[in-house]
């Protein structure tokens, strides 16, 4: 079962930006038509609240345009503090963009997207131990373009 999703409860509770035709509940719609767009500044953040609290082994996000990824947990009732997903050191992605806009970006990270060339990125994370969770806030703070987009978001 799909703990990101509308239909069991979880919910988009917070986001840093929003477009009333692409607004951040896409995310977990469960329709792969619709998608959450930022408005073009970073960091860009949403933070996903499951419905209980959840062992977390398995995270599949689908976005577009996105260099740098961090994902925090909180196992708080309330979402205020958050400590960084571990696994190996700190799980902070960054892409490794080949060409973004002319430029050769360069940069060393733990893990590594691989370039999609205009397609979705789509990127799985599975984490050695269970990682008991409330809240998963994801914070997008580079992108190979203005704005970026969240296609889809699966917890297991």
């Known amino acids: 079962m799909n703990l990101a999703n509308a239909s069991v409860g979880a919910t988009v509770s917070f986001a840093t930006s929003t477009d009333a035709r692409y607004p951040p509940g896409n995310i977990i719609d469960g329709d792969p038509s619709t998608y959450w767009i930022t408005t073009g500044l970073f960091p860009q953040e949403f933070v996903l609240t499951l419905e209980s609290d959840a062992s977390v082994k398995n995270i599949h996000i689908k976005m577009s345009d996105v260099q740098c990824l961090s994902i925090e947990t909180s196992a708080d009732e309330e979402a205020h503090s958050?400590?960084?997903?571990?696994?190996?050191g700190t799980v902070?992605?960054?892409?490794?963009?080949?060409?973004?806009?002319?430029?050769?970006?360069?940069?060393?990270?733990?893990?590594?997207?691989?370039?999609?060339?205009?397609?979705?990125?789509?990127?799985?994370?599975?984490?050695?131990?269970?990682?008991?969770?409330?809240?998963?806030?994801?914070?997008?703070?580079?992108?190979?373009?203005?704005?970026?987009?969240?296609?889809?978001?699966?917890?297991?």
Request: glycine content about 2%; hydrophobic content about 40%; some cysteine.
């Open 82 to 88: 958050f400590d960084e997903v571990m696994k190996k």
């Open 92 to 156: 902070s992605l960054c892409v490794h963009v080949w060409v973004c806009k002319n430029i050769t970006l360069f940069m060393h990270t733990n893990l590594e997207f691989q370039p999609q060339n205009g397609q979705l990125q789509s990127e799985e994370f599975v984490f050695e131990n269970a990682i008991n969770t409330r809240h998963l806030k994801f914070v997008i703070s580079k992108a190979c373009n203005h704005f970026v987009s969240i296609h889809s978001l699966t917890v297991h």
